[in-house]
């Protein structure tokens, strides 16, 4: 499952036949996570933060505002070290075949631990401008660093709200999926 959650990102259209089961059900959890997230209430208002220049990237960007803060409250949300838990992801993606992309970015990611140094504002930050770059928005990199100066507790606390519910969607699918 945490594989698929990687390489949902990769995968466009449907899910392809070939992936092994439990990769297929990782990025079908992934794509329902983020169906689900986009209609929440508590992460709209997450999304309003960014606000209207933002507004069509803003889900990317609160993922990776989301994987900050669940980083940050790992000894909250998590079980165990955050390092040994990002040793688990590397080993779960790492048996799996990747796409170029997807092999590209695993082995960076990887090498650089980058799940663990989410926790840092400044990793975040880089992402978030990489992806506004990516999908020229770029010219709004320094309003979405005024955003990150003065928003962030607010992130924090609608983190707080809407992850319990994230959680119990993931486990409410998984239960269905077996």
Known sequence: MIAGGFIGDFVKGPVPSSLPTEL???????????SSS??????????????PDL?????????LIADHVLALQWQRYGIGE?????????????TY???????LFYDRMKETDLLARYSQREV??????????????????????????????????DFHEYFPLLAEVAQTFIAEEH
């Open 24 to 34: 297929a059900r990782g990025v079908r959890l992934h794509r329902h996570l983020d």
């Open 38 to 51: 986009n209609r929440m209430p508590e992460m709209r208002k997450s999304y309003a933060h960014f606000g």
């Open 55 to 63: 507004r069509r990237p803003a889900p990317v960007l609160l993922d």
């Open 82 to 94: 955050l390092t040994d838990f990002t040793t688990t992801c590397y080993q779960a993606i790492g």
């Open 97 to 103: 075949p990747l796409s170029h992309d997807a092999s």
């Open 124 to 157: 975040i930050e880089r992402a978030m401008f990489y992806i506004l770059k990516r999908l020229r928005y770029d010219r709004f990199n320094e309003q979405l660093h005024e955003i990150l100066d003065t928003k962030l507790e607010h992130f924090c606390m």
